[in-house]
């Protein structure tokens, strides 16, 4: 696969569920972000890694979001006890090096929706 | 945290024309700004990078203009095509080497 890859493309959870979504980046890609996009606005910084650290995780919402990229290329994006406000894309993105002047490579999100 | 701002929702217009999307950023000028097309139900992919000392870039029939006096970044499509329909996101890195903080985007409609 040559691009970022996001699964599930659609998830529906009830209020109070946990959800894992996951993110292949592309091979070598050192920087991995997570955007938040709701209807109709632009993507939102959530956080972001540089191989397997985490280095900024200013954006998350809550003590209820976490992401984690252990070996240093997938990662996940986990939220516990959903609420209708966490309904969004999730967006994962992968840079080649340090992100700075560098373009970002996004994979196709993954629809969430809290009912 | 900055702020950027892409005026105009929706943006119609006419096949062959130049389509001119603008966004306007608050406070002091980033190091670069980039352009990225959105479609329906996909992720973002770039276009373009403009850094603060360039004052245009062009990419085939792109071109996007930095006027840091203004605060301006200005994104045309010349000649357009139905298939140039599309948000097109500005994004700016936040503060020094920070990520990038988007634009709400703006949709363009290339009319036949």
């Known amino acids: 696969g040559a691009g970022v890859s996001q699964s599930p493309r659609y998830k529906v959870a009830k209020r109070g569920q946990d959800v894992a979504l996951r993110c292949d980046p592309i091979?070598?890609?050192?920087?991995l972000f997570w955007y938040q996009q709701a209807l109709g606005q632009g993507p939102e910084f959530l956080t972001y890694?540089?191989?397997?650290?985490?280095?900024?995780k200013s954006g998350l919402p809550s003590d209820r979001f976490f992401a984690e990229r252990p070996e240093g290329s997938v990662s996940t994006l986990k939220i516990q006890r959903t609420q209708q406000e966490d309904s969004a894309v999730y967006l994962c993105?992968?840079?080649?090096?340090?992100?700075?002047?560098?373009?970002?490579?996004f994979g196709p999100g993954t629809r969430l929706t809290v009912l | 945290s900055q702020k950027i701002e892409q005026n105009s929702e929706a943006l119609n217009i006419q096949e062959g024309k130049t389509a001119t999307l603008t966004c306007n950023y608050t406070?002091?000028?980033?190091?670069?700004l980039q352009w990225y097309r959105q479609d329906p139900g996909r992720g973002p992919v770039f276009l373009l990078l403009?850094?603060?000392?360039?004052k245009e870039k062009r990419k085939e029939r792109l071109k996007v203009t930095f006027d840091t006096t203004l605060k301006q970044s200005l994104f045309h499509i010349t000649a357009s095509q139905p298939a140039d329909s599309a948000t097109y996101l500005c994004?700016?890195?936040?503060?020094?080497?920070?990520?990038?903080?988007f634009g709400k985007g703006t949709r363009l409609s290339v009319i036949a």
């Open positions: 403009i850094r603060e000392n360039e």
């Open positions: 993105a992968s840079s080649l090096a340090d992100y700075t002047y560098n373009e970002q490579f």
């Open positions: 091979s070598g890609h050192v920087s």
């Open positions: 994004a700016r890195p936040n503060s020094g080497n920070t990520p990038l903080v």
């Open positions: 890694f540089q191989n397997e650290a985490q280095l900024d």
């Open positions: 406070n002091y000028s980033p190091a670069y």
